[in-house]
């Protein structure tokens, strides 16, 4: 079955960019996504990739696909306090079944 | 635009008893999806409805059940509660015609089963 794996903890300075990986393992998933949960907050799709796409830039947002190795990363520039939450990566498989499987989630703190 | 609205914000049962969640979804927005955010076991895709048919399941017991009426809004329910169904629910909505694939959450309500 698909499986989605994200480290679990990540730690930045407030102005620098963050990284956050995740790799997945359904060959057929089809678009592939990024959504940050902040406490006590549902989840806020960020952005998505087509399977077909390499790279997608939406502001200080970049989210870069490597299907090859089966690796999904989301960079944030110039991260600031109020980018400190969870976010998780997730994919959608292919067929129209619209079942999302999403990561563990990687809690990101931006230290001032 | 209003976004997802789900209802209660809390909900606190006993074990064996049973639950109901609702879930409005975004105006326009014809398919409603359902998850179970558990601690330590992540995001789990619960049920998705479409046009008030389920389409597809997650790989949940059929204690939870659910339906969609004819306004797209959406009801989930947890039988028999027990007290590993303590979990947030999120509910998502998206259309079925463009954008399909973009779903946006509601808040969720928190489930405690003691």
């Known amino acids: 079955g698909e499986d989605v794996e994200q480290s679990l903890f990540l730690s930045v300075r407030e102005g620098d960019s963050s990284v956050i990986n995740c790799t997945y393992t359904?060959?057929?998933?089809?678009?592939l996504y990024w959504y940050k949960q902040e406490p006590g907050a549902g989840l806020q799709l960020l952005t998505y990739?087509?399977?077909?796409?390499d790279m997608k830039q939406d502001q200080r947002l970049t989210v870069l696909l490597n299907k090859k190795d089966k690796h999904l990363s989301l960079r944030i520039a110039d991260t600031q306090t109020g980018d400190s939450a969870i976010y998780f990566c997730?994919?959608?498989?292919?067929?129209?079944?619209?079942?999302?499987?999403f990561g563990t989630g990687t809690k990101l703190q931006v230290i001032p | 635009e209003a976004g997802v609205t789900q209802s209660p914000t809390h909900l606190i049962k006993t074990r064996g008893q049973q639950a109901t969640l609702r879930c409005s979804p975004i105006s326009g927005h014809t398919s409603v999806y359902w998850y179970q955010q558990a601690l330590g076991l992540g995001l789990q895709f619960l049920l998705w409805y479409d046009e008030g048919e389920e389409r597809n399941r997650g790989n949940f017991p059929p204690r939870f059940s659910g339906r969609q009426f004819p306004n797209y809004s959406s009801e989930l329910n947890v039988n028999a509660l027990e007290l590993e169904d303590s979990a947030l629910y999120l509910c998502?909505?998206?259309?079925?015609?463009?954008?399909?694939?973009?779903?946006?959450f509601g808040p969720g309500t928190r489930l405690t089963v003691t």
């Open positions: 359904d060959s057929s998933s089809t678009y």
């Open positions: 998502a909505s998206s259309t079925t015609v463009l954008r399909r694939y973009e779903q946006y």
């Open positions: 997730a994919e959608i498989e292919s067929g129209g079944y619209q079942k999302v499987t």
């Open positions: 990739i087509f399977s077909n796409m």
